[in-house]
């Protein structure tokens, strides 16, 4: 059976904001941007992909998963460069914590609990 991947599409109201936002307080680093009309970065092994959107709308109803290894050390680095929820226990187990983009969407950072 072939292996699949996926690497998320956000939408991007301003894609020059969105890429400085993910690569000077997220800590990404951006692999490729052609001009306004789409933009990869990349930490780790996550990839997220932008695309221009004029619809705030669209943004603010999208949203990407991400899982951590260490959520506690990622809450650390974020805290204070960006607006951050707190870290919550979920009802499967994981943690999770969560933040908006500034086009608006969600990306939710998930740490899975090991016995």
Same mark, same amino acid.
């Given at each position: 059976?072939?292996?699949?991947?996926?690497? /998320? %599409?956000?939408?991007?109201?301003?894609?020059?904001?969105?890429?400085?936002?993910?690569?000077?307080?997220?800590?990404? =680093?951006?692999?490729?941007?052609?001009?306004?009309?789409?933009?990869? %970065?990349?930490?780790?092994?996550?990839? !997220?992909?932008? #695309? /221009?959107?004029?619809?705030?709308?669209?943004?603010?109803?999208?949203?990407?998963?991400?899982? %951590?290894?260490?959520?506690?050390? =990622?809450?650390?680095?974020?805290?204070?460069? %960006?607006?951050?929820?707190?870290?919550?226990?979920?009802? #499967?187990?994981? !943690?999770?914590?969560?933040?908006?983009? /500034?086009?608006?969407?969600?990306?939710?950072?998930?740490?899975?609990?090991?016995?």
């Amino acid at each position: 059976m072939s292996s699949w991947e996926s690497v /998320p %599409v956000l939408a991007a109201l301003n894609m020059n904001e969105m890429i400085r936002f993910y690569t000077e307080k997220l800590g990404f =680093v951006c692999d490729s941007q052609f001009g306004a009309q789409y933009g990869i %970065v990349s930490r780790g092994n996550a990839e !997220l992909h932008f #695309w /221009p959107c004029s619809d705030k709308h669209i943004a603010e109803n999208t949203s990407c998963y991400i899982y %951590v290894d260490n959520i506690q050390e =990622v809450f650390d680095e974020l805290n204070g460069k %960006v607006e951050i929820s707190d870290i919550k226990e979920t009802s #499967w187990g994981g !943690l999770e914590m969560h933040l908006f983009d /500034p086009s608006g969407n969600l990306l939710k950072f998930g740490q899975v609990l090991t016995d």
